[in-house]
């Protein structure tokens, strides 16, 4: 996932905290928490002091990619849709 405009990123959020909210299914519930981890907040500042947003965004992206491979290992071996949404086999 590339570049994420800030007000985005937290329309993500708050359209997450509505779903989990929604009493979702024990597997929608946990791709719903991996989707946290894609949107979350960051504070990694660089040498100046300033955001650093390509490592905030790793961290995303990594959090992301746990969460869905939880997903898989949990719900999805046979699911297709987590199959299409996490690109595992």
Do not use: W
Request: hydrophobic content about 30%; charged content about 40%; glycine content about 8%.
């Amino acid at each position: 996932m590339g570049e994420e405009l800030e007000p985005d990123r937290l329309a993500a959020k708050t359209a997450l905290d509505s779903a989990i909210e929604a009493n979702p299914s024990p597997e929608d519930g946990e791709i719903i928490r991996a989707l946290f981890g894609r949107y979350q907040d960051c504070i990694i500042e660089d040498d100046k002091g300033s955001k650093d947003e390509n490592k905030c965004q790793a961290i995303r992206d990594k959090d992301y990619y746990d969460g869905m491979k939880r997903v898989l290992k949990e719900f999805g071996s046979d699911d297709h849709n987590v199959i299409t949404i996490t690109g595992f086999r």
